[in-house]
């Protein structure tokens, strides 16, 4: 039966967690009823930051690196030890979501970079753009051609790891998404974000918005759901017990 870890990386704001649950209950949310239907698949947490680096998972598992509001150019020192155990992880042929920050310690431990936008952050419900390899992954293939998802960043992927396919983009961002090996993905965009979540954030965030000329209401109006999105999350918990099965 194989594990699904979701490795926490950071804490959401007090609020959200009180009214909608912290970043690894988020995934929860979407993971518990897939796992307690299909009854063969295991779900765990591990706190990074708190409990060091996890032994790494067997082939036949997954992990989850969820967001946070730590930088992955401050180097701390739970956040640089993750990024020997991603590559062995990926040698191992684990299975792999990254998800924000996630996404960006991955690119990062790849040989990449990661660091601060030079266009400043992103927030909101923004449109990104499926690329040619995009269209025939097998996690992303069932995208629309542009979809909506949720984003809340100030930092980026700013070189993609040598080999990575990028996935998705839009105008803000060239590395939306990435693929760094057959089962290892990662993402910019928040899959597990509500909208009510999105408008959380966006209230956490309308000066530093406004400081960027970016128009906090208008953004907030423009919250959507962004159920494509979202769905790569279950899609994934799914590929990976069907590979299980197989074998």
Not at 168 to 184: K, M
Not at 198 to 216: E, T
Request: aromatic fraction near 6%.
């Amino acid at each position: 039966m194989p594990r699904l870890t979701i490795l926490k990386t950071g804490d959401s704001f007090d609020d959200v967690v009180r009214d909608h649950g912290d970043f690894e209950d988020l995934f929860l949310a979407t993971l518990a009823p897939l796992a307690e239907a299909r009854d063969d698949l295991i779900l765990t947490v591990h706190d990074a930051r708190t409990a060091g680096v996890p032994p790494v998972p067997s082939a036949e598992d997954g992990v989850v690196i969820t967001g946070s509001h730590a930088m992955v150019s401050e180097a701390e020192p739970w956040s640089e030890a993750l990024k020997p155990w991603l590559v062995e992880a990926r040698e191992r042929g684990v299975a792999m979501l990254g998800v924000c920050y996630g996404h960006q310690l991955m690119a990062a431990a790849f040989g990449g970079a990661s660091g601060y936008h030079p266009g400043g952050r992103e927030v909101g419900t923004r449109r990104l753009r499926l690329s040619d390899a995009g269209r025939t992954d097998p996690l992303f293939g069932t995208l629309p051609a542009a979809f909506p998802a949720q984003l809340t960043h100030s930092q980026s992927v700013l070189t993609a790891p040598a080999g990575a396919a990028v996935l998705a983009d839009n105008d803000h961002d060239p590395f939306q998404a990435l693929r760094h090996g057959p089962r290892q993905w990662s993402v910019q965009f928040h899959p597990e974000f509500s909208a009510p979540v999105m408008r959380a954030y966006l209230a956490h965030q309308r000066q530093a918005l406004a400081d960027q000329d970016d128009d906090p209401e208008a953004r907030l109006k423009a919250v959507e759901p962004t159920p494509e999105a979202g769905g790569l999350i279950a899609r994934f918990a799914e590929r990976l017990m069907r590979v299980q099965s197989v074998a």
